[in-house]
């Protein structure tokens, strides 16, 4: 059974940081591509971040600069190092898996990030 588990999502002030984390079990977890999607009241999920089992990686334009995405694959977890975070961060962020070449992909069940004054 696969199972991919997030954490650490919570409340911050902008500027701003948090750590997601996202725990997967059931999977060969070096042969997946990892990723941090995320999606607001009233908008379409949208890519956050994604790395590659080579370590690989590839930003959405708004967060360049300021998230960082990686993963330790004897932990079987992926990570996601958020800073100077703003308002428009506020989402339900979301773990990913999908194994390249497959249609197997796996979602998490999201962790709330509010960012508030």
């Known amino acids: 059974q696969v199972q991919l588990v997030e954490s650490g999502g919570g409340l911050v002030q902008p500027g701003g940081s948090l750590r997601l984390s996202c725990a997967a079990s059931?999977?060969?977890?070096?042969?997946?591509?990892m990723g941090w999607y995320r999606q607001a009241p009233g908008k379409q999920r949208e890519m956050v971040a994604l790395?590659?089992?080579?370590?690989?990686?590839a930003y959405a334009d708004s967060v360049k600069g300021r998230f960082i995405v990686s993963r330790d694959n004897a932990k079987n977890t992926v990570y996601l190092q958020m800073g100077s975070l703003k308002p428009e961060d506020t989402a339900v962020y979301y773990c990913?898996?999908?194994?390249?070449?497959?249609?197997?992909?796996?979602w998490g069940q999201g962790t709330q990030v509010t960012v508030s004054s």
């Open positions: 990913n898996a999908i194994r390249p070449g497959s249609y197997n992909e796996y």
């Open positions: 059931g999977i060969p977890f070096r042969d997946y591509r």
């Open positions: 790395i590659y089992g080579s370590g690989t990686t």
